[in-house]
């Protein structure tokens, strides 16, 4: 397999009052595994059920209650860890971040601080064709996500809901490779893509299933190189973290504006605080969480309730052996053995569904017709209707039925968008709906000559211009295909005008 | 080691125990003794030992995938000091 | 006939079967003994009717000769462990009213045997304590009484070791932390053993310091020691740290016989300042196992010193974090808040009030080790020193030791409140020669061997190689025929 070669993007720059400033932002998303039920108990993790329903004593942090570890989110993890390309251990280990907050029933959350189950990888982030940021992955551990508090329900109360307490999440660690506010977004696109050929998560931003924490920090230009040849983060500014983001519009925004507060804070002579942050989309501003952050020690411990997570090789080897083919393999094959252009393979790879639905299309057929034709006919329609390709009229079969009633000649390119409308809205066999309604081309050269001969015969001026101007050729073609009903074949009415005229 | 009335006050607070200003002496003596006891560990030579991660040789089991659990916001509650419409109730909560 | 309530396991459970008694007679004849035995302060919760009707369920199911060894012997439980419907609460205010909705793992298997539940009973608040003294429901007294002072049963379960020994219950559920079984057991001349960690499922018994937590039997002899332990003891799917090891028919394995076995006497265990009888009473115990054809001999567990340190860091450690969750949200204590309290308010002032002093005091020291920046210092070098106590047991194994006999307490029983302006270390030292085994894993026994001058009850204990509580219980057999320990406290309550 071919891998695609890419030039680095120019990281983003601010000017500021003084002089240009650089970014440099750091990710950890929070991933929801696709599982049924809980990391540590057998409640289900569906989505909206009636509060505290799906809580079993453990979530609840009963007195005496245990955890029991789901297997399937151990191998999520690790199905994620060789998706990104990544180390994965075979020996890690859980570990008690503590807090009291009323939606952390346990008082703790469990979590991987000292040894998660996955470590360094990568992912190359597609900025444009032929531009792409490769950023490093530091680590992936499991943990427990949260309950949910909601204030706004009682005047002088908080209510507790525990539904979402104990549900698996994959806290996917980045370097801070990461140098703009597009690149942050277009970051997530790819990882939550690549979650979604993995289908270790859904991916669901809007449900919270993926929700990303964004760490800022601003520098002069030149000073991230420096970082990058020696690791030493004093090279960069003082960060700030911006919690739980669940849009790529707000990411970018709580970025963009992050960035100038820190400017201006620097550039005013003033030092930025590290704290954690909140975006405001309404206000479009991020603020201070400091009244949360208020003496917080987090006092990681290993969890003495659970022993080491040990895994085999063998094991994952069964999982690096079931994973599918993915999206950057996908494109690289989509452009070199398809040839396709980097833009259309990319357009067709960002969801499996469509790549599958176009590799279908494109079996046996010319790969850069299909690949047209279900961008901008296929896509462009469903678009139209806001309908998923899950939900296409449109099968694959009836769309390269199309494909091959052009390559064969029988219809126009212009009669085949015709004939897709009829297939998408009517469905049918394409190529019996060309039969049934006299769709099919006219190649019968004698029918086209004899049509020629006519329109030659009713303009003798045309034709003395034309032996002057050959381009009026193109006129008495027009002519022809108008009075065929456009049925004719355009090549052969060119062939014999162009004869018949002596040009 | 010496915790004062700073660490103690420290302590209780990201323990989550009100303790009052008049209580602290008291409290920073008790833990000096007990720390005073617990640092004997430092005459361990402990270079190269691996700490216990579990006392058992037991390997970590994994369960199914499978809903098992829940279903009882009923029992959730049922000891709940203070419960409205299936939820826990607590002071607001500013954030 | 002997009074009911005073018989053992086996000696009930053989009446039972050959139809001599009922269980519903047993029942009502323990019930009997507590309803006069309040002086005591053994048994909190009283659930007599449900005791009743388990005893007739028992009966039917003997009756119909479908009886495990447990079958409608009646026995209390210790208020740890959550038992669904009745109160559970740890000893403690925080849990105040609190019913669970669900059954602990090993009272599940008792009541699958037919045990019947007289209650539940005192003990330490949260199993943090030696004397009994830390309880909301307020001390237990020992039944063992020498003068006009009250003495402590032990503790942390200090109320099931009274109960049994006041013959209130045929026997009773125990948790060992650091020596919560076998302290009290050797302070109120009664038997009990902490099996090897992950022998009893730890779910849904209140969790002290999960890595060391070993709920146990507590009973008038060995023999019952091993038919209660084969009921409480297996592997449970809901306790990750349980063992998927079989279990041996301990009972079975109680011959007496100790020819070739070669029991350990470990040097650091002769502490300086040890009474004379303490003494003593190691030097008989260890001629005992001698004469009845054991080799003995001197051997070092040279971290011996370092584990009452370590696990006061590691014991608090865990604490601090497990009892976060007694934080007034969901069950048990909430404090009233002032007006425009918020809820750290709601936290500090319902865990003010609702853990008592020793409660808080752990929480706090295990906070702090565990805090930014002392971590490595107090956390991460306790355990590794724990690895090294470990291996100290583990070397003295390899080489052939097959138990280890030590005195179970420094001491005999001392009266309540005699420790009250001692300094917390003072407590802690009671539980020198039990630590070590929890840090270790290991399965520890405490049985009676003798008494003091004053005629109260001194202790053994003989320590075993992890999963041989079968072998290690033969041996503790051994000792427990060739001590002939006979003697109970007079009837003052």
């Known amino acids: 397999m071919l891998d695609l070669t890419y030039e680095t993007p120019k990281p983003k720059v601010i000017a500021g009052a003084k002089h240009d400033w650089e970014l440099v932002i750091g990710m950890e998303v929070h991933a929801q595994v696709a599982s049924n039920a809980k990391l540590f108990s057998g409640a289900s993790t569906r989505f909206g059920a009636e509060p505290n329903s799906n809580?079993?004593?453990?979530?609840?942090?009963?007195?005496?209650?245990?955890?029991?570890?789901?297997?399937?989110?151990?191998?999520?993890?690790?199905?994620?860890?060789?998706?990104?390309?990544?180390?994965?251990?075979?020996?890690?280990?859980?570990?008690?971040?503590?807090?009291?907050?009323?939606?952390?029933?346990?008082?703790?959350?469990?979590?991987?601080?000292?040894?998660?189950?996955?470590?360094?990888?990568?992912?190359?982030?597609?900025?444009?064709?032929?531009?792409?940021?490769?950023?490093?992955?530091?680590?992936?551990?499991?943990?427990?996500?949260?309950?949910?508090?909601?204030?706004?329900?009682?005047?002088?109360?908080?209510?507790?809901?525990?539904?979402?307490?104990?549900?698996?999440?994959?806290?996917?660690?980045?370097?801070?490779?990461?140098?703009?506010?597009?690149?942050?977004?277009?970051?997530?696109?790819?990882?939550?893509?690549?979650?979604?050929?993995?289908?270790?998560?859904?991916?669901?931003?809007?449900?919270?299933?993926?929700?990303?924490?964004?760490?800022i920090s601003i520098c002069r230009p030149g000073d991230y190189e420096k970082y990058q040849e020696t690791q030493d983060f004093s090279h960069l500014g003082t960060r700030c973290e911006i919690k739980n983001m669940n849009s790529m519009r707000f990411i970018q925004q709580a970025i963009e504006y992050e960035a100038r507060r820190q400017i201006a804070?620097?550039?005013?002579?003033?030092?930025?605080?590290?704290?954690?942050?909140?975006?405001?989309?309404?206000?479009?501003?991020?603020?201070?969480?400091?009244?949360?952050?208020?003496?917080?020690?987090?006092?990681?411990?290993?969890?003495?309730?659970?022993?080491?997570?040990?895994?085999?090789?063998?094991?994952?080897?069964?999982?690096?052996?079931?994973?599918?083919?993915?999206?950057?393999?996908?494109?690289?094959?989509?452009?070199?053995?398809?040839?396709?252009?980097?833009?259309?393979?990319?357009?067709?790879?960002?969801?499996?569904?469509?790549?599958?639905?176009?590799?279908?299309?494109?079996?046996?057929?010319?790969?850069k017709m299909a690949a047209n034709w279900v961008i901008n006919e296929l896509f462009g329609r469903l678009k139209k209707d806001d309908k998923d390709i899950t939900d296409s009229p449109v099968s694959p079969g009836q769309l390269g039925g199309i494909i091959d009633l052009i390559a064969k000649g029988d219809i126009s390119g212009k009669i085949a968008k015709d004939l897709f409308e009829i297939v998408y809205t009517e469905g049918g066999d394409p190529a019996r709906i060309v039969e049934d309604r006299g769709m099919k081309q006219v190649t019968d050269t004698g029918a086209i000559e004899a049509a020629v001969d006519q329109i030659i015969a009713d303009n003798p001026a045309q034709v003395e211009k034309a032996k002057v101007n050959p381009k009026l050729a193109g006129w008495f073609v027009g002519q022809v295909m108008k009075a065929t009903g456009g049925k004719a074949n355009p090549k052969a009415v060119n062939d014999i005008v162009q004869a018949k005229l002596g040009l | 080691m010496?915790?004062?009335?700073?660490?103690?006050?420290?302590?209780?607070?990201?323990?989550?125990?009100?303790?009052?200003?008049?209580?602290?002496?008291?409290?920073?003596?008790?833990?000096?003794?007990?720390?005073?006891?617990?640092?004997?560990?430092?005459?361990v030579d402990v270079d190269g030992v691996e700490p216990m991660t579990s006392v058992t040789p037991q390997r970590l089991k994994r369960r199914e995938d499978v809903v098992t659990d829940g279903h009882m916001p009923e029992k959730i509650l049922s000891n709940a000091p203070d419960a409205r419409e299936g939820f826990f109730a607590v002071p607001k909560v500013m954030e | 006939?002997?009074?009911?309530?005073?018989?053992?396991?086996?000696?009930?459970?053989?009446?039972?079967?050959?139809?001599?008694?009922?269980?519903?007679?047993?029942?009502q004849a323990c019930l009997d003994a507590i309803e006069g035995a309040d002086a005591l302060g053994a048994f909190v919760h009283k659930t007599p009717e449900i005791a009743l009707e388990r005893a007739r369920a028992?009966?039917?199911?003997?009756?119909?000769?479908?009886?495990?060894?447990?079958?409608?012997?009646?026995?209390?439980?210790?208020?740890?462990?959550?038992?669904?419907?009745?109160?559970?609460?740890?000893?403690?205010?925080?849990?105040?009213?609190?019913?669970?909705?669900?059954?602990?793992?090993?009272?599940?298997?008792?009541?699958?045997?037919?045990?019947?539940?007289?209650?539940?009973?005192?003990?330490?608040?949260?199993?943090?304590?030696?004397s009994n003294e830390t309880s909301v429901y307020g001390n237990v007294v020992n039944p063992w009484k020498v003068d006009d002072r009250a003495l402590t049963p032990g503790g942390s379960s200090g109320g099931s070791a009274a109960a049994v020994a006041a013959d209130l219950c045929l026997a009773a559920t125990g948790t060992d932390t650091g020596g919560s079984i076998r302290q009290p057991a050797a302070f109120t001349g009664i038997t009990g053993i902490k099996p090897t960690y992950g022998r009893c499922s730890r779910w849904g018994i209140v969790?002290?310091?999960?890595?060391?937590?070993?709920?146990?039997?507590?009973?008038?002899?060995?023999?019952?020691?091993?038919?209660?332990?084969?009921?409480?003891?297996?592997?449970?799917?809901?306790?990750s740290t349980s063992a998927d090891i079989p279990v041996p028919d301990f009972e079975a394995m109680l011959t007496g016989d100790v020819k070739g076995k070669v029991i350990g006497i470990p040097r650091e265990y002769r502490m300086d300042g040890m009474p004379e009888e303490i003494e003593k009473l190691w030097a008989d115990g260890t001629a005992m196992l001698k004469d009845a054809g054991a080799e003995i001999r001197d051997i070092s567990l040279p971290h011996t010193k370092y584990a009452l340190p370590a696990y006061y860091v590691i014991a608090p450690a865990e604490a601090s974090s497990n009892l976060a969750r007694y934080d007034g949200v969901r069950y048990g204590h909430r404090a009233k808040l002032a007006q425009g309290d918020g809820i750290t308010e709601m936290y500090e002032k319902t865990r003010?009030?609702?853990?008592?002093?020793?409660?808080?005091?752990?929480?706090?020291?295990?906070?702090?080790?565990?805090?930014?920046?002392?971590y490595d210092a107090y956390y991460n070098r306790a355990r590794k020193v724990r690895t090294l106590i470990k291996r100290d047991f583990e070397q003295v194994f390899?080489?052939?030791?097959?138990?280890?006999?030590?005195?179970?307490?420094?001491?005999?029983?001392?009266?309540?409140?005699?420790?009250?302006?001692?300094?917390?270390?003072?407590?802690?030292?009671?539980?020198?020669?039990?630590?070590?085994?929890?840090?270790?894993?290991?399965?520890?026994?405490?049985?009676?061997?003798?008494?003091?001058?004053?005629?109260?009850?001194?202790?053994?204990?003989?320590?075993g190689r992890p999963w041989e509580e079968g072998d290690l219980l033969n041996t503790a057999y051994a000792l427990e025929r060739a001590a002939g320990f006979v003697a109970k406290p007079a009837k003052w309550w």
């Open chain 3, 1 to 27: 006939m002997t009074e009911l309530n005073k018989l053992t396991l086996a000696e009930a459970r053989d009446k039972l079967r050959a139809g001599d008694v009922t269980s519903v007679e047993l029942t």
């Open chain 3, 207 to 239: 969790a002290f310091a999960s890595s060391l937590d070993q709920a146990g039997p507590m009973t008038k002899d060995v023999r019952d020691a091993a038919i209660m332990l084969q009921a409480m003891c297996g592997h449970d799917p809901k306790d």
């Open chain 1, 55 to 215: 809580v079993a004593f453990v979530d609840a942090a009963m007195p005496g209650m245990l955890p029991v570890i789901n297997d399937f989110c151990v191998a999520q993890a690790v199905r994620t860890g060789l998706g990104l390309k990544a180390e994965i251990n075979l020996w890690s280990a859980f570990d008690r971040k503590n807090y009291f907050y009323p939606d952390l029933p346990q008082g703790y959350q469990i979590s991987q601080l000292y040894h998660p189950i996955v470590g360094e990888g990568e992912i190359l982030v597609d900025m444009a064709p032929g531009v792409a940021r490769k950023v490093r992955i530091e680590r992936i551990h499991l943990e427990q996500d949260a309950g949910k508090s909601i204030h706004d329900m009682d005047p002088a109360m908080s209510f507790v809901d525990l539904n979402r307490t104990g549900v698996a999440l994959m806290e996917i660690v980045s370097r801070p490779d990461i140098r703009g506010p597009e690149e942050a977004a277009a970051y997530v696109t790819k990882l939550r893509q690549i979650l979604r050929y993995l289908g270790t998560c859904d991916g669901n931003m809007q449900n919270g299933n993926l929700r990303a924490d964004v760490n």
């Open chain 1, 265 to 367: 804070i620097v550039e005013a002579g003033g030092e930025v605080v590290q704290e954690t942050r909140l975006y405001d989309p309404e206000k479009g501003e991020t603020r201070s969480m400091r009244s949360k952050e208020e003496a917080h020690d987090y006092r990681y411990f290993p969890d003495p309730d659970l022993l080491p997570l040990e895994i085999e090789q063998a094991w994952v080897d069964d999982i690096a052996a079931s994973l599918p083919e993915l999206p950057d393999e996908k494109k690289a094959r989509f452009v070199t053995e398809m040839g396709l252009s980097e833009y259309d393979a990319g357009v067709l790879t960002a969801e499996v569904a469509n790549a599958d639905y176009f590799e279908q299309v494109a079996e046996g057929r010319d790969g």
């Open chain 3, 398 to 463: 390899d080489s052939g030791i097959d138990a280890i006999l030590t005195p179970a307490t420094p001491s005999a029983a001392f009266g309540l409140g005699e420790m009250a302006q001692a300094d917390p270390v003072q407590m802690y030292l009671n539980d020198v020669f039990t630590v070590t085994v929890n840090l270790a894993g290991l399965p520890g026994v405490s049985l009676p061997a003798g008494l003091d001058k004053q005629g109260l009850p001194l202790g053994l204990q003989l320590i």
């Open chain 3, 352 to 374: 003010a009030e609702g853990f008592g002093h020793e409660v808080q005091r752990r929480v706090m020291v295990g906070t702090y080790v565990l805090s930014a920046g002392f």
């Open chain 2, 2 to 43: 010496s915790i004062d009335l700073e660490t103690a006050a420290k302590v209780a607070k990201l323990a989550r125990i009100k303790v009052e200003d008049d209580a602290l002496p008291a409290l920073a003596d008790e833990f000096n003794t007990i720390l005073g006891f617990i640092e004997q560990l430092n005459e």
């Open chain 3, 58 to 130: 028992a009966d039917a199911r003997i009756a119909q000769g479908d009886a495990p060894a447990m079958c409608g012997l009646p026995i209390g439980i210790k208020d740890l462990f959550c038992t669904k419907g009745v109160d559970s609460q740890a000893a403690s205010r925080i849990l105040q009213g609190f019913k669970p909705e669900y059954e602990s793992t090993v009272s599940q298997q008792l009541l699958d045997d037919g045990a019947v539940m007289l209650g539940k009973l005192n003990m330490d608040e949260f199993a943090m304590g030696s």
